[in-house]
């Protein structure tokens, strides 16, 4: 069974389409995160639910916005879709500090 | 705030050598400090992490980091590389408060020659 699941793992669109990516994970974890990672693999955080609230919502465009119908899933949803969208998504999950994250295996998103 | 600085964007070896990977932190709070590895075209997998306690710290693959305080660094080794440890690394460190989010170093990428 896959910890972390992303779906789709690949994502082609047009300028100015809207898009969803979804994530679900069966750790049993309390806190779900997006990532965004760049072409030169930087990884930034986005947002971060902690048991369906949200807890960090770094400047982030409003065209992006997460949703978290339950602690097990949160999606991923961007409007009006820009060339600078381009990146991997990552989704991760973590109970508290210690454990670490549990990641994603990826969302590439290429806007054309 | 915290934040990480990686010290080299791409470190080679060559299969058998040793691995150093550093890493040097900045945080206002004690630390909790994380690196992860990841594959082409996969997620970030957990190699090793500190927390309290032991400062050496042994991880997955024969990994190993050591928490050094007074230096804020916690550089990642192994004693003999293997092709297959060809990857990207990152160091990562918590955010702090109740947030505890992860702040990743802009990574370091390993190669292995034969």
């Known amino acids: 069974d896959t910890a972390v699941s992303q779906t789709p793992k690949y994502l082609v669109t047009q300028m100015g389409n809207d898009k969803s990516i979804k994530c679900e994970q069966n750790?049993?974890?309390?806190?779900m995160y997006w990532y965004k990672q760049d072409s030169k693999k930087f990884l930034k955080i986005m947002f971060s639910?902690?048991?369906?609230?949200?807890?960090i919502n770094e400047t982030v465009p409003n065209r992006f916005s997460p949703k978290s119908p339950d602690k097990a899933h949160l999606n991923l949803h961007i409007n009006s879709l820009e060339l600078g969208d381009s990146a991997v998504y990552f989704c991760?999950?973590?109970?508290?500090?210690?454990?670490?994250?549990?990641f994603g295996s990826g969302t590439r998103l290429t806007v054309v | 705030a915290q934040s990480v600085t990686q010290l080299g964007s791409h470190v080679s070896v060559s299969e058998g050598a040793l691995v150093l990977l550093r890493c040097n932190y900045s945080?206002?709070?004690?630390?909790?400090l994380f690196w992860y590895v990841q594959y082409p075209n996969q997620g970030l997998q957990l190699l090793l992490k500190?927390?309290?306690?032991?400062?050496l710290v042994k991880g997955i693959n024969g990994f190993e980091a050591e928490f050094k305080k007074s230096e804020t660094s916690f550089h990642l080794t192994k004693p003999s590389a293997h092709m297959s440890d060809a990857a990207e690394y990152f160091c990562?460190?918590?955010?702090?408060?109740?947030?505890?989010?992860?702040?990743f170093g802009k990574g370091t990428k390993l190669s292995v020659k034969p």
């Open positions: 991760a999950s973590s109970q508290g500090l210690l454990g670490g994250y549990t």
């Open positions: 500190y927390t309290t306690g032991a400062t």
């Open positions: 990562a460190v918590n955010r702090g408060g109740s947030q505890g989010n992860l702040i």
């Open positions: 945080s206002s709070v004690p630390p909790y």
């Open positions: 639910y902690n048991n369906k609230e949200l807890i």
């Open positions: 750790l049993g974890h309390d806190t």
